[in-house]
Nanobody
Framework: VQLQASGGGLVQTGGSLRLSCAASGRTFSISAMGWFRQAPGKEREFVTAIDWRGGSTYYADSVKGRFTISRDNAKNTVYLQMNSLKPEDTAVYYC?????????????????????WGQGTQVTVSS
C-alpha cells in the first residue's frame, strides 16, 4: 500500500485546512486509516483514525470538536477536515494505513498499529 498525503499549508489561527490521503496498491487489505502528527522535538502523536469498513472514528482529546475524519472508499481516500486551528496544531501530519484485526481503540491510536505511512505534509498555524 502506498499513501500520498496532500493539503497542508500555512493558515492563521482560527482558520481551516483539509488534508487528503490517497491510498493505492493493495487497498483491499486496509482495515483502518489514521492521521498522526509530529512537531519539532516531540514524539509522533495520534490525531484521529477511522475504521475503513465500519466507519467508526477515534479522536485525540486535543482535536475533538475541531477536526473531522472521513473516508471515500470508492476513491481509497481519507480526509482530515481541520477547523478552528491553533498554533499548537503546527506539525507535520502523517497519514497511515493498517491491515489485519482491530479491536477497541488501542491499535487505532498507536503508531505501531499501522503498517504503512505517507510522506507527511506540513501544517503551520500562525498566531
Amino acid at each position: 500500500v502506498q499513501l500520498q498525503a496532500s493539503g497542508g499549508g500555512l493558515v492563521q489561527t482560527g482558520g481551516s485546512l483539509r488534508l487528503s490521503c490517497a491510498a493505492s496498491g493493495r487497498t483491499f487489505s486496509i482495515s483502518a486509516m489514521g492521521w498522526f502528527r509530529q512537531a519539532p522535538g516531540k514524539e509522533r502523536e495520534f490525531v484521529t483514525a477511522i475504521d475503513w469498513r465500519g466507519g467508526s472514528t477515534y479522536y485525540a482529546d486535543s482535536v475533538k470538536g475541531r477536526f473531522t475524519i472521513s473516508r471515500d472508499n470508492a476513491k481509497n481516500t481519507v480526509y482530515l477536515q481541520m477547523n478552528s486551528l491553533k498554533p499548537e496544531d503546527t506539525a507535520v501530519y502523517y497519514c497511515a494505513a493498517g491491515e489485519g484485526y482491530y479491536s477497541g481503540s488501542y491499535r487505532y491510536t498507536r503508531p505501531m498499529g499501522y503498517n504503512y505511512w505517507g510522506q507527511g505534509t506540513q501544517v503551520t498555524v500562525s498566531s
